[in-house]
T-cell receptor
Framework: GAGVSQTPSNKVTEKGKYVELRCDPISGHTALYWYRQSLGQGPEFLIYFQGTGAADDSGLPNDRFFAVRPEGSVSTLKIQRTERGDSAVYLC????????????FGPGTRLLVL | KNEVEQSPQNLTAQEGEFITINCSYSVGISALHWLQQHPGGGIVSLFMLSSGKKKHGRLIATINIQEKHSSLHITASHPRDSAVYICAVVQGAQKLVFGQGTRLTINP
């Protein structure tokens, strides 16, 4: 079956613009995660959804970042007034619900803010 | 200090060598994952551990909950094992906290 997909694969934008990044999880996976990975670093947690609701959004760096998952499947990460420091690879993962369940990662969206 | 520390940060070895990558953590966890990331970004889960030891092919992962330490071993290493290996701990039910990764290069 299909894995986790993310679009676009690359996004170049200008400082101050708004961007949306999309994640299509594995069918049937109730849990969905967004991570951000800067060059040379491990990923860092942004937000976790159980179904439609954000169960933990403690990793969102500030109120310019927002994510939704209105029907419990596809999720969109939205970044307002982008800054150069937002440049990173944004990773999405999905899993079944359960402690320590294997997370399946998408290929990521590489965001570059000029 | 990061909650999850890996060592070494970079490791270069010759084909056939036995490889060990270490992970120490300072927080309470419910499980620990070892992940592999190839150039271009794709991340694959190798193991999930909550106790003891797991083996898959040439890969072995161990965890000592009391010591808050885990190791990933690769036997008979091969150039195709070259990748970044990331340790991630599970906090609460699902949240992953990642180490900075270990970049492994196996030369033929």
């Amino acid at each position: 079956g299909a894995g986790v997909s993310q679009t676009p694969s690359n996004k170049v934008t200008e400082k101050g613009k708004y961007v949306e990044l999309r994640c299509d999880p594995i069918s049937g996976h109730t849990a969905l995660y967004w991570y951000r990975q800067s060059l040379g670093q491990g990923p860092e947690f942004l937000i976790y959804f159980q179904g439609t609701g954000a169960a933990d959004d403690s990793g969102l760096p500030n109120d310019r970042f927002f994510a939704v998952r209105p029907e419990g499947s596809v999720s969109t990460l939205k970044i307002q007034r982008t800054e150069r420091g937002d440049s990173a690879v944004y990773l999405c993962a999905s899993s079944l619900i359960g402690v320590g369940e294997t997370q399946y990662f998408g290929p990521g969206t590489r965001l570059l803010v000029l | 200090k990061n909650e999850v520390e890996q060592s070494p940060q970079n490791l270069t070895a010759q084909e056939g060598e036995f490889i060990t990558i270490n992970c120490s953590y300072s927080v309470g966890i419910s499980a620990l994952h070892w992940l592999q990331q190839h150039p271009g970004g794709g991340i694959v889960s190798l193991f999930m551990l909550s106790s003891g030891k797991k083996k898959h092919g040439r890969l072995i992962a161990t965890i000592n909950i009391q010591e808050k330490h885990s190791s990933l071993h690769i036997t008979a290493s091969h150039p195709r094992d070259s990748a970044v290996y990331i340790c991630a701990v599970v906090q609460g039910a699902q949240k992953l906290v990642f180490g900075q990764g270990t970049r492994l290069t196996i030369n033929p």
